[in-house]
């Protein structure tokens, strides 16, 4: 700290306990934080493509979680850092707002802050970067408007979304089975949106898992799938249109709110309390029966007597259901959720085609299928795989192809992916880097040079030389002036994305540097870091 001197040469202090404070100023700040920001990138360079790296990480109560979606490493990853922290933000604000190219923002907001560091060595002053910077992504956010491509797409021609999803799952563990789980995606959001509202309520698709069984046998169920089974093991495993009471209310004999005493002195006495109890009981079966229901849900549970009773009465029942899977199951079968049973009617029970029971392998595991609803808004993901880490990145995956089968559904342009889109945008900064005097023509520069960062990290992951496929590449959209060519991860043998069928969203990839170019200005904005020094 700089000591302050009074007009007597007395020094005195300014900060409180500033010997216990380190304190970092001036481009030795701005340095340090640039080595956090691109420590972050660096991690998650690899995880980018069809052949990125999992990242297995493990969890202080020693839970693991193995992953390639960049939000979900970043977010366990403990971070120390507060610029690390700002990087672990902007992949979590990609999640929230589009769900998918998590990794690839952070790689490319790494990819900026290491050419402004060079920028900062040759002495550039650092707002003068940041205004680069934000001039260049404006010409490549227009830029990226006018290489998109719209696509039509209807409820009986998928194809298309079908294809972006595909796309999406490729780099994730699952993209050996990436056709299937793409269409289930695809089909799922298609039945819980509102086409003319072009909106999607995800939290209408329901996606459960279990372990056991293979990949290939994930399933989309179009009603709900419950964790639960038939409260007593004899009653029917399988009731066809079914007439579902959905219960929030206790389904036993009513408890007195206030503290009582009942004394009981002879057994008659006993036999007319049971008596009572047993009626009563009797008369809300009978209730139930008389209002059509053929299957009643209740969220609390009921002892053996009552079970036993709606066994000979020949009513089904499930008890313990969660209030959220009560919620979509009346959504799903168009019922009513009673609170009180004095209110129990026939215009609030639900209706269900079929409701079944099914046993998983040689487990006792059962779960209860609603099916063939009357309103099939509610959907249901079923997966299945061969360990709970799996299962658990599946179901990961499968958000990131709801997401971005949902961004496609709201706004329905695409562009080329395998990084066409990067090095077309490129281009396009380069050449209007001519068009500004001034020192932010270096800034717009190697903006444009930052935008190669995320197709070379893909050419790397892919094991290709990364410096030669990115100028070889490059040279032939100059020289074709198309914009569709990309970095060919598969081997497939053509750089077409277009032929290649690899799409992303464009609000996806606006919003990627969008958010990457805001966060690297925020960073270089700060000169001076005072933190507490450590114990």
Not at 275 to 286: A, H, L, R, S, W
Not at 367 to 379: D, F, G, P, T, W
Not at 503 to 518: D, P, R, S, V, Y
């Amino acid at each position: 700290m700089a000591l302050a001197f009074d007009e007597f040469g007395r020094p005195f202090i300014i900060l409180r306990e500033q010997e216990k404070k380190t304190r970092l100023r001036g481009l030795d700040a701005q340095k340090a934080n640039i080595a956090a920001g691109k420590a972050v990138a660096r991690i998650l360079r690899t995880s980018l493509g069809p052949k990125g790296m999992d990242k297995m990480l493990q969890s202080p109560d020693g839970d693991v979680t193995i992953t390639n979606d960049g939000a979900t490493i970043l977010e366990q990853m403990d971070v120390d850092n507060q610029i690390a922290k700002l990087m672990v933000e902007l992949s979590r604000s990609q999640d929230y707002e589009i769900g998918d190219g998590t990794t690839g923002v952070v790689v490319m907001a790494g990819a900026l802050l290491e050419q402004a560091e060079k920028l900062l060595e040759r002495g550039i002053h650092p707002i003068r970067v940041a205004e680069g910077y934000e001039m260049a992504s404006r010409i490549a956010f227009e830029h990226l408007e006018r290489i998109s491509h719209k696509f039509e797409f209807s409820a009986d021609n998928i194809e298309p979304l079908v294809q972006t999803c595909m796309t999406t799952l490729s780099s994730k563990i699952v993209n050996r089975c990436k056709r299937a789980l793409a269409e289930i995606a695809v089909k799922a959001v298609l039945a819980v949106a509102d086409l003319e509202r072009k909106d999607v309520n995800l939290d209408l698709i329901k996606v459960e898992g279990k372990v056991g069984g293979k990949l290939e046998d994930t399933e989309l169920i179009y009603g709900i799938v419950v964790d639960k089974d038939m409260s007593h093991p004899q009653m029917p495993k399988r009731i066809e249109d079914a007439k579902i009471a959905i219960l929030t209310c206790p389904f036993e004999p009513p408890k007195p709110k206030t503290k009582h005493k009942v004394d009981i002195d002879t057994v008659e006495k006993f036999q007319t309390l049971r008596e009572q109890e047993q009626k009563y009981f009797d008369e809300m079966v009978q209730k139930c029966k008389d209002v059509g229901a053929t299957l009643v849900i209740c969220q609390w549970g009921f002892d053996d007597e009552a079970n036993h009773l709606l066994m000979h009465r020949n009513l089904p029942a499930v008890r313990w259901v969660g209030g959220v899977e009560l919620e979509l199951i009346a959504i799903a079968t168009g019922g009513r959720i009673v609170p009180r049973f004095q209110e129990l009617s026939p215009e609030k029970l639900g209706k269900a085609g079929l409701v079944r029971e099914k046993s998983f392998g040689t487990t006792k595991d059962r779960m209860l299928y609603i099916e063939q609803c009357a309103n099939s808004r509610a959907v249901t993901i079923f997966i299945r795989g061969g360990n709970k880490m799996m299962i658990e990145e599946t179901k990961r995956s499968l958000h990131d192809a709801l997401c971005v089968a949902r961004n496609l559904i709201r706004n329905n342009s695409i562009v080329y992916g395998g990084g066409s889109a990067e090095i077309s945008c490129s281009i396009a900064v380069e050449a209007a880097a001519d068009r500004h005097p001034g020192v932010e023509q270096y800034a717009i520069r190697s903006f444009a040079d930052a935008l190669d960062a995320v197709p070379l990290a893909l050419a790397e992951n892919s094991g290709l030389p990364p410096i030669d496929t990115l100028t070889a590449v490059k040279a032939q959209q100059v020289k074709e002036s198309n914009p569709h060519c990309g970095i060919d991860c598969n081997d497939v043998g053509t750089n077409d994305m277009k032929e290649q069928n690899v799409f992303e969203t464009l609000i996806g990839k606006q919003q990627q540097i969008l958010l990457a170019t805001q966060v690297v200005k925020m960073i270089l904005k700060i000169d001076d870091v005072i933190s507490p020094s450590e114990y």
